[in-house]
């Protein structure tokens, strides 16, 4: 059984969920898209928090969700109309939500008045409506029981009955109307309707009036009903129903004995009817256990379709409109089978194993090949199969970690409405691509960058809606946020229609803060790289909004950390792309073993664009730079990895050497020269940064076939260090110096 | 006198905490054979075949709320005895008036201890054994 705590933990999952729903659904609301579900979604949200919580006991949590849940409850039932206000007001109330269940969950005590303001907005808004009526039941005055209601008594077998009086009789109906009754425009099935309206209605149909299909007149009536009415209703409502047929039909409404019906045992009560009554049509409203059990054949389908074919047809009160098809539950429970929640500590496991098998594997290779050839060409072929299989095994497991990117791109909608009004701003975010999977880890550190890049879009990028008006576009300003799988990367899109990049002022500011020479010469694009310098802000003052400190540095550091890279691109008074191009996933990747002089590193496969060993009369050695190779008629500046490393090369041949051509980025290019490469292998990414801190040039470590650790290198820093060693003027220069030099054609 | 060993109970809450925690309140007492339902059709779906002394079901919930379910209960030939008490929080009392009015037998107010629980089963089916 599971323990207190477990169920707690069970409460608090299902309420991440929630705030999940409330956060997607208030928007919807907000657009005006948010239909009758939406509304009703985000209502059943709240209400399953306060739910839990007051079975929990979390006596704070309730008392806000109350009034939350009413504000909601008043929107749905169409008391209450939708204005941005109100969902401005619903979304503070979902943020106070989640700090309440937050504290609840840490077991934090939560201060008096925490959420008093917000609460006491909702309440304003549910004063405002009702005018008077209040806010119904308030949490505090609301009894704890329901006194004086009447409940229906119960009939249990083995319990004695109640009085009948005070609750349902059952009433035997009979209905036959005559066959003109139609012409007189009266609907027999609304007259039925009605009569469910009263309470639970059990009929059967009888057909034996009903000619042969060719003999029927559409506008004569030929069936009748016979049948029994639960109601607590009074006989003279039933007859009212049938006011205006009175004289048009046989009519015949009598109480029955409310005597205990003897009910057959579960589901094949209905088809026991059908068969029984199909061959004496009025014999009793109650379904009786016949004798006769066959079943049709059609017995799965669902009732409705019965009416052409069978002989008789019950009829089953509201059930028949609300109770999914007797056919329907396998599939319904199927579908509802599909998901499980899992703990993400139970697929870390996992993805853990498989990192060890993958290990074991390359391990299993290595001794593979020291094997005599009559041994290992068999083995080979089997370690083929065992690679493939790991493989997809990997893959597997990470796409159970695998998470939409929606995740994180559903709470911008949230941030650009907040921003365009505190800017006074009109802004329009479109998403698209939100569905891409990528994995959890860098869902994780997705957040804090994309806001702060939409905070930049809205604050630097988008103008005023005069200022737009007046530069030809709409006043309305645009932010794209799209995201897309590009190979084995995910590549992310913030795309707006601002005013660009100022370059005057980001070159300015850079020269102020000593960040690049007076002297040195910039184009636009590395001008527009140098926002990405530590400690930069164009911001003229230090807004609300961005500039708190934290720079676009920092973002390009948090891309970085997860082996992402960032670029811009900016067109002056039309807008700007911010992209960043992750790694799927950080678990395990493909990389390429390389040796340097007597050491052993692996490059990640996704910053390798092609592998050359040039001939010794390609690479050109101008001075003051480690050489540039001749590579399709474009000239790459190349950067020795034994040099850069601080490790004694083997000294071979120039010939000899291998080139690894990478991209650093938006087309930047750059060689490096290695000594050998090893092989192509899937590694197991563990960090070193726990234990060793940022090593810059190193992402992290793996274990080789060899059972012998190798660092992974981060091609990007090393680039990064290349350049602080070569040109000396500012980071940016040598990435996108080499740009404009090696314009490899893609 | 019906025994609480014997009872057969139907637990119907989309939430799983709310559903557990009522299965252990329900074990409490000593009743045994406990189904669970996540929403209405769910668990209209358990009560056309099986056998049922009780439902206890919330009312909020996706695909069929818990109204839908008790008409659709009341109104199923096989199922349409079966006691139901309504799960609901204070401050209900609407609902709890309209449950009434649909054919529902008592009513039980989150959070609720073993011995309220108790007390309303035995309200609805007599003194348990």
Partial sequence: MASLDQLKLTFFDECSEALQQIEIGLPEIADGAGAEDTINAVFRSVHSVKGGAGIFGFEDLVKFAHVFETVLDAMRSGKLATTHEIVDTLLQANDVLSDLIAMSRSGEAV?????????????????????????????????????????VPVCVEGLESSDPEGGEREYRIV???????????????????????????????????????????????????????????????????????????????????????????????????????????????????????????????????????????????SAAETVAPQGAPAKAAAAGATTTRVELEKIDRVVNMVGELVIAQAMLGQVVHTLPESVSSQLVQVLDE???????????????????????????????????????????????????????????????????????????GIEAPKDRVAAGKSEEGTIR???????????????????GINSERVLQKARERGLVNAEAVLNDDEINNLIFLPGFSTAEKVSDISGRGVGMDVVRRNIQDVGGRISLKSDRGRGMTIQLAL???????????????????????????????????????????????????????????????????????????????????????????????????????????????SVPGVAGATILGNGRVAFILDVEKLSDIASSQHVPVGVTRFANGMAKSAAVPN | MPAAAALKVLVVDDQTSVRQ?????????????????????????????????????????????????????????????????????????????????????????????????????????????
């Fill in chain 1, 111 to 151: 201060a008096p008045d925490f959420g008093a303001e917000c609460r006491a907005a909702l309440e304003q808004i549910l004063r405002k409506n009702s005018d008077g009526e209040g806010l119904g039941d308030s949490m505090d005055s609301a009894p704890a029981d329901f006194e004086g209601l009447d409940f």
């Fill in chain 1, 175 to 317: 209905f036959r109307p005559k066959p003109d009754m139609l012409k007189k425009a009266d609907e027999p099935l609304y007259i039925l309707r009605e009569l469910r309206k009263l309470g639970s209605l059990d009929l059967i149909v009888e057909t034996d009036r009903l000619p042969a299909l060719a003999e029927i007149n559409a506008a004569e009536s030929y069936l009748g009903w016979v049948g029994t009415l639960r109601t607590a209703a009074r006989r003279q409502q039933i007859e009212d129903v049938f006011e205006f047929v009175a004289g048009d039909c046989e009519l015949e409404i009598s109480a029955v004995s409310p005597e205990p019906i003897e009910a057959a045992p579960a589901a094949e009560t209905d088809l026991r009817a059908q068969s029984d009554l199909g061959s004496a049509p009025a014999a009793s409203a109650v379904p009786v256990a016949p004798s006769t059990t066959a079943a049709e054949p059609e017995s799965a389908a669902p009732p409705q379709e019965h009416i052409a074919t069978q002989p008789a047809v019950k009829l089953s009160g």
């Fill in chain 1, 386 to 460: 065992v690679v493939h299989h790991t493989r997809e095994l990997k893959d597997s497991v990470m796409s159970m970690r695998a998470q939409q990117v929606n995740a994180v791109f559903q709470r911008m909608p949230r941030l650009v409405r907040e921003l365009a009004a505190k800017t006074a701003k009109r802004v329009k975010l479109e998403i698209a691509g939100e569905t891409t999977e990528v994995d959890r880890s860098i869902i994780e550190r997705l957040g804090d960058p994309l806001t702060h890049i939409i905070r930049n879009s809205i604050d630097h």
């Fill in chain 1, 481 to 499: 946020l799209s995201a897309e799988h590009r190979g084995s990367r995910i590549v992310i899109e913030i795309r707006d229609d601002g005013a």
């Fill in chain 1, 583 to 693: 790694p799927l996933t950080l678990a395990v990747m493909d990389g390429m073993v390389i040796r340097v002089g007597q050491e052993t590193y692996v490059m990640p496969m996704s910053a390798i664009v092609e592998c050359l060993r040039p001939p010794a009369s390609d690479i050109h050695n101008l001075i003051g730079t480690p050489g540039m190779l001749r590579l399709r008629g474009n000239l790459v500046p190349l950067v020795q990895l034994a040099e850069l490393l601080d490790i004694g090369s083997m000294q071979v041949t120039s010939d000899e050497r291998v080139v690894i051509i990478s991209d650093a980025g938006e087309g930047t290019r750059f060689g490096i020269v290695v000594d050998e490469l090893l092989g192509h292998q899937q590694v197991v990414v563990k960090s070193i940064e726990e234990s060793y801190g």
């Fill in chain 2, 21 to 129: 925690m009522t299965r252990m309140t329900l074990e409490q007492i000593g009743i045994r054979h406990i189904h669970e339902a996540e929403n209405g059709r769910l668990a209209m779906d358990t009560a056309s075949v099986q056998p049922l002394d009780l439902v206890i079901s919330d009312f909020n919930m996706p695909e069929m709320d818990g109204l839908a379910f008790l008409r659709a209960l009341r109104g199923h030939p096989a199922a349409r005895k079966i006691p139901f008490i309504l799960l609901t929080g204070r401050g209900d009392r609407e609902l709890v008036v309209k449950a009434a009015q649909a054919g529902a037998n008592n009513y039980l107010i989150k959070p609720f201890t073993a011995d309220i629980l108790r007390q309303k089963i035995e309200q609805v089916m007599g003194k348990l054994s």
